[in-house]
């Protein structure tokens, strides 16, 4: 399986910015899907953007269009997720993952996540 490292994960105050980044330690396919989950306390996860690496399409949650963007640095094997006018809505443990198929059920490996925090 593919391992995943997250970082760029912080507190910040409602409107403001943060990047997060996802590392591959190497791709096992020359394209397959990255993407990033988030969890809040008490709630399911959920899919909130992927990129199909070979072709870099993307797919976002109807909560984050306009607001997140995903985007990738194939040469370092690495995602990012840019994050603007955060909610507190938005706050949760933000998970990387990736897989073979580019549907929300689709993803096989996981990063240990980082921490999102939004407050009002």
């Known amino acids: 399986q593919v391992q995943l490292v997250e970082s760029g994960g912080g507190s910040v105050q409602a409107g403001g910015s943060l990047r997060l980044s996802c590392t591959a330690s190497?791709?096992?396919?020359?394209?397959?899907?990255m993407g990033w989950f988030r969890q809040a306390p008490g709630k399911e996860r959920e899919g909130v953007a992927r990129?199909?690496?070979?072709?870099?399409?993307?797919g976002y949650a109807d909560s984050v269009k306009g607001r997140f963007t995903i985007s990738q640095d194939n040469a370092k094997n690495t995602v990012y997720l840019q994050m603007n006018s955060l909610k507190p809505e938005d706050t949760g443990m933000y998970y990387c993952?990736?897989?073979?198929?580019?549907?929300?059920?689709?993803?096989?490996?996981w990063g240990q996540g980082t921490q999102v925090t939004v407050s009002s």
């Open positions: 993952a990736a897989g073979e198929g580019c549907s929300w059920s689709r993803f096989t490996s």
């Open positions: 190497k791709y096992t396919r020359r394209s397959m899907c």
């Open positions: 990129i199909y690496t070979g072709g870099g399409s993307t």
